[in-house]
């Protein structure tokens, strides 16, 4: 209805300027309102063009080189698939895919996605100045700088005397008084870490969405004598649908390319891969020096694998979120 | 008629009786207070340790082990110039990428939101897709990328490798995806009559821009320009990569070099650095409240 009436508006419009109709403009107007838009989005586009695109290209060429430090200064020599042949012999990829998966699927399950919801269902059922405490409160390990933060979790999970969680039940995770996230329990505190940053994006899209489920029809179910229970399994749920499904996909893709709490944390420790993650695998393998020798080349085949899981994911998620609704055409240029 | 035979077969239909709300009420601060504890045990740690000689746990010690040895002498840095060269590098950064990823997201974001043109729908596909996964798998890639605009002459001292400028500009390309939804957004949502008013009236496209539409999304603008400023001010990874040596490194990455480069760590400077690198962050938490949650809800939706 409104849509109709604003496409006679338009239609309005156009005839008081003796415009042609939507279909057939002019092509110089065309042309012209084609150039001056590429005049807007020219800043963004070179960005995007250089950092993005030729990036990833490059990513892709370099993976099928042998780029390393020791022939960092000579002409690129091409290798084939020789650095996935590699990849997928390592003798540690077992390890770090399974990681990998564990790392993703336990952070999003319990943190991103579980404690998300019950934080927002918790927090919307109080008076909405304390929902309001307890997650300004949650949004503060996000606008930490990530040295800060793990820099407090580093001295929680530090060995007797200086850690704070070893004064108070050291044998619970299994270090006696040790250090805990280099000893004892390296899991725990990787998936924590990263759950207490996670955990309030998630908890924030679902206030709003649960905010926005019309009052009455609550009252309604309480009036009914449906219990808290009955009210979040048959109401609440099915009602934020889409941002639990918006935050699962967005969150695994986040998890799976992400990286940077657990290289400060444990850098991929203790031990051999302990808690390496592919991600951190391509970074370190780039950058890191291993006995001095970065190899680049290695670096980029593992990225670019991720990359291609993750573009697959990608696509369904923007599958998943009709995509086309969001990018209908513009009226203005009906003009 | 379904609806009686499912009733509750609880005598008396109707809202739950008071007692059993005020134990929910209970249950639902107690739940919360367990799980705010190791974010308020983490920062009461490091208020308690930039003021102590050390700290066993949350206690604070003298040399001698008995409780005190309450101490300003963490926070002598101050007056080391190394820490406010590294807080430049982090200002500019900071700051450069409030203006770049501002005007670029502002002008794309329009164009995007208001104008037909070939190759749209692929940027907007494109940007979300690339907003969804985190950019830091290209990071080996871009490596090569800042090299290359290092060796451009005259700006490639600026922008190229082992720069703050080379630094700032891969971090304002890497937050362009959300800024750019995010101000399209804020576009889609203002009315169209006054553009098409002034349009007609024949303004050019970049005076109706500015005059008319810029104006109207500052609210978009101010919460772009905070988010991306927090971004910039705690970005580690991105400087952390491109940047060796202290002349160019920024406030995380001087942080993290003293944790690692030290031993043993001087826990209580290192709190003492940190909780002088939050200082914005606390102001900002003070008093745009509001405003932040509102950013992360809607900064990261994609719309």
């Known amino acids: 209805?409104?849509?109709?009436?604003?496409e006679e508006a338009?239609?309005?419009?156009g005839a008081a300027v003796g415009a042609p109709g939507p279909q057939r403009r002019p092509l110089g107007r065309r042309v012209r309102s084609t150039v001056s838009a590429y005049g807007f989005m020219a800043p963004a586009v070179a960005l995007v063009l250089t950092f993005f695109v030729v990036a990833g290209i490059l990513l892709l060429i370099l993976s099928f080189t042998d780029l390393q430090s020791t022939n960092f200064n000579d002409a690129w020599t091409f290798v084939g698939f020789d650095n996935y042949e590699r990849l997928f012999t390592d003798a540690f990829f077992p390890k770090i895919a399974r990681n990998t998966v564990f790392y993703v699927f336990t952070t999003l399950i319990f943190f991103n996605l579980g404690l998300a919801l019950v934080l927002a269902l918790v927090t919307t059922s109080i008076p909405r100045r304390a929902g309001f405490f307890f997650r300004l409160v949650w949004l503060l390990p996000r606008l930490t700088p990530s040295v800060v933060y793990i820099m407090m979790w580093q001295r929680i999970a530090s060995a007797d005397p200086f850690g704070i969680y070893n004064q108070i039940a050291p044998e619970f995770l299994g270090a006696s008084g040790g250090n805990l996230y280099l000893g004892g329990s390296p899991w725990t505190f990787v998936i924590l870490t990263n759950g207490f940053i996670g955990a309030s994006f998630g908890m924030i899209i679902f206030t709003s969405a649960l905010e926005s489920i019309p009052k009455d029809l609550l009252t309604a179910a309480k009036v009914d004598g449906a219990g808290t229970w009955r009210i979040i399994r048959d109401i609440k749920l099915p009602m934020i649908k889409w941002p639990l499904l918006f935050i699962a996909t967005y969150q695994t893709l986040s998890l799976l390319t992400s990286f940077e709490y657990i290289l400060l944390l444990t850098n991929g420790g203790p031990g051999l891969f302990t808690t390496e993650v592919w991600a951190l695998t391509s970074y370190s393998r780039a950058f890191a020096t291993y006995a001095g020798n970065n190899q680049w080349a290695y670096g980029a085949t593992w990225a670019i694998v991720l990359v291609a899981i993750a573009l697959v994911l990608a696509v369904a998620y923007v599958k998943l979120f009709r995509f086309n609704e969001l990018i209908e055409e513009p009226r203005i240029e009906n003009l | 008629m379904t609806t009686i035979e499912t009733a509750p077969p609880r005598p008396a239909a109707g809202p739950l009786p008071k007692s059993r709300q005020k134990m929910g009420r209970y249950?639902?601060?107690g739940f919360l207070i367990l799980s705010i504890i190791p974010i308020v045990v983490g920062y009461a740690w490091l208020?308690?340790?930039?003021?102590s000689f050390r700290t066993e746990g949350l206690l604070p010690r003298n040399a001698e082990g008995g409780i005190g040895g309450f101490t300003l002498s963490n926070w002598d840095f101050v007056f080391e110039s190394a820490i406010w060269n590294a807080m430049v590098n982090s200002l500019l950064i900071a700051v450069f990428m409030v203006i770049g990823v501002g005007l670029a997201s502002t002008s794309g974001g329009y164009a995007l939101s208001r104008m037909k043109f070939a190759g749209r729908k692929t940027?907007?596909?494109?940007t979300l897709v690339l907003h969804a996964f985190k950019a830091e798998m290209l990071l080996i890639a871009i490596f090569f990328v800042l090299r290359f605009l290092g060796d451009i002459p005259i700006i490639g001292g600026f922008i190229g490798f082992n720069t703050v400028g080379g630094v700032a500009l891969v971090m304002v390309a890497l937050e362009l995806p959300l800024g750019i939804w995010l101000m399209k957004g804020f576009f889609d949502n203002l009315s169209w009559d006054m553009e098409r008013a002034a349009l007609i009236?024949?303004?050019?496209?970049?005076r109706v821009w500015w005059q008319i539409m810029v104006p109207q999304v500052r609210p978009g603008i101010a919460a772009l320009s905070l988010f991306t400023f927090i971004v910039g001010w705690n970005a580690y990874l991105v400087p952390f990569t491109f940047?060796?040596?202290s002349k160019v490194s920024n406030m995380p990455v001087f942080l993290n070099q003293?944790?690692?480069?030290?031993?043993?760590?001087?826990?209580?400077l290192v709190a003492a650095v940190g909780l002088f690198q939050m200082i914005p962050l606390i102001i900002f938490f003070i008093f745009t409240q509001e405003l932040l949650l509102n950013i992360y809800a809607g900064g990261s939706k994609g719309t």
């Open chain 1, 1 to 6: 209805m409104t849509k109709q009436i604003e």
């Open chain 1, 10 to 13: 338009d239609a309005l419009a």
């Open chain 2, 27 to 29: 249950f639902a601060y």
């Open chain 2, 47 to 51: 208020l308690i340790a930039t003021v």
């Open chain 2, 123 to 126: 940027f907007l596909t494109g």
């Open chain 2, 201 to 206: 009236d024949g303004a050019s496209r970049f």
């Open chain 2, 243 to 245: 940047t060796i040596g």
């Open chain 2, 258 to 268: 003293l944790i690692s480069e030290t031993a043993p760590v001087n826990w209580n």
